[in-house]
């Protein structure tokens, strides 16, 4: 198999700098950038015995840059393993503008086929530049991927009417049970909004434009990325990542997002809402994967960063941008349930009780046997008639934390990370409201160096967020204004 001087360079250069950056400088079992910058995750998939993860892939700075295609894979998707860079921009339909985001799924004679989208800087009449973008494909064994001749399978020639050649990205294939394929493209439409688009194949080389799926008209957003569509508990279910979104009463927030569609496709390629939430109600979050797994779980990661936040990060970092841990999909009374993967239990050490009654102002319940960077804890708070607010920090020591706040009266938790060392003006907390008969809340954290996930109830909402302080800052604690009682379950997670 040919390998191109571009992708050589780039798997010549990741090895080197790899060597550079410390197991402890990275997260302990959240996937991160063999070195240099990424953004979206790509290519999820089963294949060979292996959950495989591309991701979008800058291997020579910490910056945005020349769109490559990392590789990692893992038998439990918790430890990773890095594999050589799986696509370079080294072909006419991408080599100026770079190898974009996309799927991948397994041919049935073995083949692992990846699909993407080329990006193809275009003069025009007036001397200006425009990206063009086309769905391209590459065919590989696991390690090596060789790009398909045939390229574009997909270009503006199997556009809509209206549909726009310049934002028509990020192909999601799947497989349908009589052996054909599928795939969901994200496309700007005629009046400069999202909408996304639906393609047949029998073979996935040779692709057909089927319908237009759904269509936005401005309500989300503006521009639609990373689709995903899959059924799931009875309902058929879209994830997408819209484009600069305007804060709504139903708690999305301004800027980039995450967004679920739970509905129904009608049998025509038409898919009609029943219901729309944000997938993540944190600080960090965007560009969802999913996928089947081999026991039948709907499997869902997303990038753990926000394009607003890039400049949030430590000074002279080897890598920048990681994946949220892999969160386990169900659709429960109409709504979307999250729960952390079975599997990081595995890693879970000693474990640790606490039933405390009695939390107040002067006495915070300090959880020393349970410091650290890298937990799995789950607390319930029950706060009384007079608590006005109750506060779970980790990442605590030097002056400095990071927090998550119940505010009883007022049915709203904040995810807080100012007083973790800041020094950009960025988005550093946010509020999301919940509702619960005796008004207590459960949390479960799951902490790892550099993130915090908390998830919310039976997984009802789940709030994400990146922070960069010191790791001998590790120190966790209750508090409550006016009392509360507290229990604790955790464990430490021993990744080494």
């Known amino acids: 198999m040919h390998i191109s001087n571009r992708l050589l360079k780039a ?3 990741e090895e080197l700098r790899e060597r550079q950056i410390k197991a402890e400088e990275r997260p302990a079992f959240h996937l991160s950038p063999r070195t240099g910058w990424m953004n979206d995750p790509n290519g999820f998939s089963f294949y060979k015995g292996k959950y495989h993860l591309f991701y979008q892939y800058n291997p020579y700075d910490t910056n945005w840059g020349p769109m490559h295609w990392g590789h ?37 004679d073995g083949r692992h086929l990846l699909m993407y989208t080329g990006t193809r800087r275009e003069r025009q009449p007036d001397g200006t530049t425009c990206d063009v973008q086309t769905q391209c494909l590459a065919i590989g064994d696991g390690i090596d991927y060789e790009k398909y001749e045939k390229n574009p399978v997909i270009s ?44 047949r194949s029998r073979d996935a080389f040779e692709w057909e434009y089927e319908s237009t799926l759904l269509e936005n008209h401005g309500e989300y957003g503006i521009m639609w990325e990373c689709p995903d569509l899959f059924s799931l508990d009875g309902s058929d279910v879209i994830l997408m990542s819209p484009q600069d979104m305007q804060p ?171 007083h973790t060392g800041v020094r950009r003006n960025v988005s550093h907390t946010i509020t999301t409201g919940y509702t619960t008969e005796d008004g207590s809340v459960t949390i479960r954290l799951i902490l790892d160096r550099y993130s915090a996930e908390i998830f919310l109830g039976d997984g009802e909402k789940v709030m994400s967020m990146t922070y960069y302080s010191a790791e001998d800052e590790d120190g966790i604690s209750v508090r409550a204004e006016g009392g509360a009682s507290v229990t604790v379950e955790g464990y430490r997670l021993e990744l080494s």
């Open 72 to 108: 990692a894979v893992s038998e439990d998707l918790i430890r990773w393993k890095y594999l050589p860079c799986a696509l370079a921009p080294d072909s006419f339909l991408d080599k100026e503008g770079g190898c974009f985001s996309g799927g991948a799924v397994e041919l049935d």
């Open 156 to 199: 503006e020639l199997d556009l809509p009417e209206g549909g726009s050649r310049i934002d028509f990205r990020d192909p999601k294939i799947w497989k349908c049970d009589d052996g054909s394929f599928r795939c969901i493209i994200a496309n700007r439409a005629a009046d400069k909004t999202g909408q996304l688009l639906l393609y």
């Open 248 to 418: 709504t009463d139903d708690g999305f927030a301004p800027g980039n997002d995450g967004l679920c569609m739970i509905g129904e496709c009608d049998g025509q390629g038409h898919f009609r809402k029943k219901s729309v939430s944000p997938i993540d109600y944190g600080l960090d979050f965007y560009a969802t994967q999913s996928i089947l797994s081999p026991d039948g779980r709907r499997i869902m990661l997303g990038w753990m960063q926000d394009w607003d936040g890039v400049p949030y990060r430590k000074e002279n970092m080897a890598w920048f941008g990681q994946v949220t841990l892999p969160r386990e999909l169900r659709v429960k009374n109409g709504r979307l349930i999250q729960t952390p993967i079975r599997e990081i239990e595995r890693y879970r050490g000693k474990k640790c009780e606490i039933n405390e009654p009695k939390v107040s102002g002067d006495k915070p319940l300090v959880l020393d046997q349970l410091s650290g960077r890298t937990s799995d804890i789950t607390v319930v708070i029950r706060p009384e008639d007079t608590c006005t607010k109750a506060e779970l920090r980790f990442a605590e020591g030097g002056g400095h934390y990071a927090s998550v706040t119940l505010r009883p009266k007022e049915r709203s938790i904040t995810l807080d990370r100012s």
């Open 11 to 13: 798997r010549v250069t």
